[in-house]
């Protein structure tokens, strides 16, 4: 009796924080995501008030939080739409891998973290967060720019490239070989395919089965059909968040539709718990000496992803303000980037507060870089050909020149 009033009291006073926070970041224009982090911190060894009772509820929560995370990122996209977008948008996704894999790993090797921790930090550097460029554009009104969908195709390779990367990691941190790690791969590759083409194929036949008119009943199928093929996944060593993220890809339509508006607050929830539950992770000693690194290689990853949404955008005929807007939005760091450090601390715990830093830098210099990149660029190129002058505040979407907002609405 002791110790579930100790895990109610803990859990309680750990979800009403949460709460408090993301009504003060809401409140601020800030993700909570790297307040949540710091909240993790401060709970836990090492931190200011130290948690005993709930650390395997906490534990078990975050792995609900990661597999959410990735269902409801699949049920933002069909099966037709990942195909479309590898078809149009594979340059784009390895001019995206070329420039932001590289420097983490070129710093995990200055490191001396040795080939795994280098394809792990790779693996942070490299994927932006879809939940914060998300809320980023819907705050500043962007949705129906022109740039928007190449923002979304490119995270949309990330997050589908996730099926290949997540499980090669899995089987270098266990240790498995270049033949255990081939044929993990094998399985990752053959696992997507076969997911691909039934829900292209038969993806109706699949909603029908799981639909149901009562929201219970389909919350019940979805949440119990995922946690199940995540299991399984994991059990194949395949990530569980791939797993959750074909399951999503495979629902559509309305089915899609009512799963995303039923599992979104347990989603909120369970991922918060998840950041929480990394930052509990982490000694937060260990953070000010990795600091300057995480910096250095923060401002590096900028650059890279701004250069990454000029190109992209760029290969689809958008006007200089638009390349820069695009770059500006892909810059945040978010759920991926702790996923990986997640999986790789076990084995490198270094990468554990660097991740940390790094994330927590970006994923609070992203919203701010997808305002004011592209006014800035413009203020520096006017002072630059005609010396210091005023330009119109700067405003959202509502800004953009002429022959960028022309047709920028999408259909549906």
Request: net charge neutral; hydrophobic share 55%.
């Amino acid at each position: 009796m002791h110790n579930t009033t100790s895990l109610l009291i803990e859990l309680g006073a750990i979800i009403l924080t949460l709460g408090l926070i993301g009504r003060f970041a809401g409140r601020i224009g800030l993700s909570p995501v790297p307040l949540y982090l710091l909240s993790g911190l401060a709970f836990g060894t090492g931190g200011l008030l130290p948690l005993s009772a709930s650390e395997d509820f906490i534990a078990a929560g975050a792995e609900i939080g990661v597999i959410l995370l990735l269902l409801l990122l699949g049920l933002e996209y069909s099966a037709s739409e990942l195909v479309t977008s590898l078809r149009t948008q594979y340059p784009s996704g390895l001019v995206d891998f070329v420039l932001n894999a590289l420097p983490g790993a070129g710093a995990a090797l200055l490191l001396g973290w040795g080939p795994v921790g280098a394809v792990a930090l790779a693996g942070v550097t490299w994927i932006s967060s879809s939940g914060v460029i998300a809320k980023v554009l819907t705050d500043l009104g962007r949705l129906g720019n022109r740039e928007t969908p190449v923002i979304l195709g490119v995270l949309v390779i990330e997050d589908l490239s996730m099926a290949v990367y997540l499980p090669l990691l899995t089987a270098l941190l266990a240790g498995l070989g270049l033949a255990g790690g081939s044929i993990t791969l094998l399985i990752a590759v053959g696992t997507v395919s076969v997911v691909l083409y039934l829900a292209i194929r038969h993806g109706r036949m699949i909603s029908r089965a799981v639909s149901s008119d009562n929201p219970e009943l389909l919350l019940l199928v979805v949440l119990g059909l995922t946690l199940l093929v995540a299991g399984l996944a994991q059990e194949l060593q395949v990530s569980a968040a791939v797993g959750a993220f074909l399951v999503g890809i495979a629902l559509s339509g309305e089915v899609a539709e009512g799963a995303r508006r039923l599992l979104s607050p347990l989603r909120d929830l369970f991922a918060a718990v998840f950041f929480v539950f990394f930052g509990l992770s982490t000694d937060p000693t260990a953070i000010p000496p990795v600091l300057l690194p995480a910096l250095l290689l923060a401002l590096a990853t900028t650059v890279t992803k701004i250069a990454t949404g000029w190109y992209a955008a760029r290969r689809a005929g958008i006007g200089s303000r638009g390349r820069l807007r695009a770059g500006g939005a892909l810059v945040a760091r978010g759920e991926f980037s702790i996923v990986i450090a997640g999986l790789a601390v076990a084995v490198e715990p270094r990468i554990g507060p660097l991740a940390t830093a790094y994330v927590l830098i970006l994923v609070i210099l992203g919203p701010l870089a997808a305002r004011w990149t592209e006014p800035t660029v413009r203020r520096v190129q006017s002072w630059l050909r005609h010396g210091p002058s005023p330009l119109p505040p700067h405003g959202t979407a509502c800004e953009a020149a002429p022959d960028e907002v022309a047709s920028s609405r999408r259909s549906g």
